[in-house]
């Protein structure tokens, strides 16, 4: 246990100490990250700017945790949280700063990560430079014109609270169902259906799923909505097969909301924490919706992924496509590919698109899109991208652009090695974790690429998370 001794001896602060901070910057939690003699604490729900008094409630070796107790100094950008349940509620962690604070802020991170971790020089200001000797260019963030009610798919579980069902939210980092039948980033079709499911289930009997008490019931209720079509899909969740009167419950559930086409029953007797099980059937309606990004048609089905911020997917893969610079001619890789979205998305400039994806239910979907939309260039195969696209390599396969969008820990090393071996003109990075993608960038320069620019993208307004597409190029 030498290193919690050592933090106890080199921290400047203990455990329970009421400390003043300093807020210099935020965490990619969206905590502030405050000051105290050098030490860092970071402190849910203080900005940058602000100085604050709080409590010290964790400290590891460089760093400790903080609860905010009052804001000595405000930063001017604070406002008061639109939603009533916020402070409770795990889903939003920045809805006390201002909308356009929030997108400078969420660029400044991405330029921070891109000089500490990636090494990289960030060009002063955000025009674009005439190259090298400028930096790299890191756009400001694009935001959404009207940041709420933006997502098209929520999961809301479902417990037992005094006087009946709660519906609602995980409180921060626990399983503590909170009451609540709105919610501001979520449709209000969705708030609709979750106040009347709420209501049908308490008059038909329908206990929640409770694993200490061994009763079975509804675990979840998910509602995935097309913004472009209209049309909505609810999944009812239980832990065991057995739904006593569920044909009338989904036909009055349809019969109430327009625009439902589909309600589906899924059996879910995984651990706590997992949402949906394999086994799905339909209850009322389709087995699917559908939806459209750009010119692309999607069908959604109950377990099937589809991205959740529909109008900023489209900015985002629109930027993947600019950054691509397709003139018909070219073969691209895209590599985590998931359902094909970035893949369906460029086959239409591009001679030849291969898309893998590690899930091969996803590639299922892939290739089920690919024929919805008549699209013939498209080729998709199931497996780890690190060891698919080597052998793609070994067959013969060259690319002109690659396109990455890995999960949150960023690219696998193998796949970076062969990215380099392969030497496309092009590399698209586009990264949902701004300090796995300047590790990622780093090994890419080192490997012969320069990163162009940066585009931050908001995807998820009011959380502390930040969507970035990536330009580089092949400079040997
Ligand atoms: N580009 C996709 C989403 C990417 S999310 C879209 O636009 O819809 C990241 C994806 O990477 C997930 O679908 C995940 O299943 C997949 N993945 C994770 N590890 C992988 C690996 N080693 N090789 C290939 N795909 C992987």
């Given at each position: 246990?030498?290193?919690?001794?050592?933090?106890?001896?080199?921290?400047?602060?203990?455990?329970?100490?009421?400390v003043v901070a300093d807020v210099v910057g935020i965490g990619h939690e969206g905590e502030g990250v405050g000051r105290v003699n050098g030490f860092t604490l970071f402190i849910r729900g203080a900005l940058p700017g602000e100085r604050v008094r709080a409590r010290v409630t964790g400290l590891k070796k460089q760093y400790g945790f903080a609860e905010l107790l009052e804001?000595?100094?405000p930063s001017p950008d604070r406002v008061e949280p639109p939603c009533p349940v916020y402070d409770e509620c795990g889903g939003c962690q920045l809805q006390h700063l201002g909308y356009e604070a929030q997108l400078r802020l969420k660029r400044q991170l991405v330029a921070d990560n891109m000089e500490r971790i990636g090494k990289l020089r960030v060009a002063a200001g955000t025009q674009t430079g005439e190259g090298e000797a400028e930096g790299v260019i890191v756009h400001p963030t694009i935001g959404m014109p009207d940041p709420w009610r933006y997502r098209n798919k929520v999961q809301v579980p479902i417990g037992e609270q005094e006087g009946g069902l709660a519906f609602g939210f995980y409180a921060t980092g626990s399983h503590r169902i909170v009451d609540s039948e709105q919610c501001l980033i979520r449709s209000e079709t969705a708030d609709e259906l979750v106040s009347l499911i709420k209501q049908m289930a308490a008059e038909a009997g329908i206990p929640a799923?409770?694993?200490?008490?061994?009763?079975?019931g509804l675990r979840h209720v998910i509602i995935k909505t097309g913004f472009h079509t209209g049309e909505t899909m609810v999944v009812l969740v239980t832990d065991n097969a057995r739904l006593p009167g569920?044909?009338?419950?989904?036909?009055?559930?349809?019969?109430?909301?327009?625009?439902?086409?589909?309600?589906?029953?899924?059996?879910?007797?995984g651990p706590?924490?997992?949402v949906?099980?394999?086994?799905?059937?339909?209850l009322w309606g389709s087995d699917r919706i559908y939806d459209t990004i750009g010119d692309v048609r999607f069908a959604i089905s109950a377990n099937s992924f589809y991205q959740v911020n529909p109008v900023q997917t489209e900015a985002l893969y629109g930027k993947a496509l600019e950054y691509a610079g397709l003139t018909g001619g070219e073969t691209v890789i895209d590599a985590y590919c998931g359902v094909g979205t970035i893949s369906l998305f460029l086959a239409q400039r591009a001679k030849r698109v291969y898309g893998v994806e590690l899930v091969p239910e996803a590639i299922e979907d892939a290739r089920r899109n690919a024929e919805l939309n008549g699209i013939a260039n498209?080729?998709?195969e199931a497996g780890p991208a690190e060891t698919v696209i080597p052998r793609w390599r070994e067959e013969g396969i060259r690319a002109d652009v690659i396109v990455v969008d890995p999960p949150r820990k960023g690219c696998d090393a193998t796949l970076l090695e062969t990215i380099v071996a392969m030497r496309p003109q092009r590399v698209v990075y586009v990264s949902c974790n701004p300090s796995t993608l300047a590790r990622d960038l780093r090994v890419l320069e080192d490997g012969g690429f320069r990163t162009v620019e940066v585009q931050p993208v908001d995807m998820?307004?009011?959380?502390?998370h930040v969507e970035c597409c990536v330009l580089l190029v092949r400079t040997k």
């Open positions: 246990m030498g290193g919690t001794t050592a933090a106890a001896i080199s921290a400047p602060v203990a455990r329970e100490e009421l804001v000595l100094e799923y409770d694993a200490e008490k061994r009763q079975n569920a044909e009338q419950l989904a036909k009055r559930i349809a019969e109430a909301v327009p625009g439902v086409k589909s309600i589906c029953h899924n059996v879910n007797d706590p924490g997992t949906m099980g394999p086994r799905t059937s339909v498209a080729t998709f998820f307004p009011w959380t502390g």
